[in-house]
């Protein structure tokens, strides 16, 4: 039972808000509880590899410069739900928005996806 399922993505003006969900289901042989593991949120431009934006474990959150100050991070244990607040969004943050451990989920010998959210930002 490995599930990774994000939502909430959608079209937005430059300067709006978004906010991401993701149902993260890690029952595998060796995983310990979705508390245990390091999560995080990746995105993929057009034209651009996968970029590891922000993490979050129970020491703290971790984001990438070209996030930090816009985006938060935030998780629900009990309910296996991670989440990505957006602000303040650019032309740039268009991508598709996936959600994985940190490192990612490993299947199969690769690494598992889901099918992402796709966030659209127009100025």
């Known amino acids: 039972q490995v599930q990774l399922v994000e939502s909430g993505g959608g079209l937005v003006q430059t300067g709006g808000s978004l906010k991401l969900s993701c149902l993260a289901s890690l029952r595998a042989p060796g995983m310990g509880a979705f508390s245990s593991h390091d999560m995080g949120w990746y995105r993929r431009a057009p034209g651009k590899d996968r970029e590891f934006i922000a993490n979050i474990n129970s020491g703290g959150t971790y984001y990438s410069d070209s996030v930090r100050g816009r985006f938060t991070i935030s998780r629900d244990n009990a309910n296996n739900m991670l989440y990505l607040q957006m602000n303040s969004l650019k032309v740039e943050d268009t991508a598709v928005y996936y959600c994985?451990?940190?490192?990612?989920?490993?299947?199969?010998?690769?690494?598992?996806w889901g099918q992402g959210t796709q966030v659209t930002v127009s100025s």
């Open positions: 994985n451990a940190n490192p990612p989920l490993r299947i199969g010998g690769q690494n598992y």
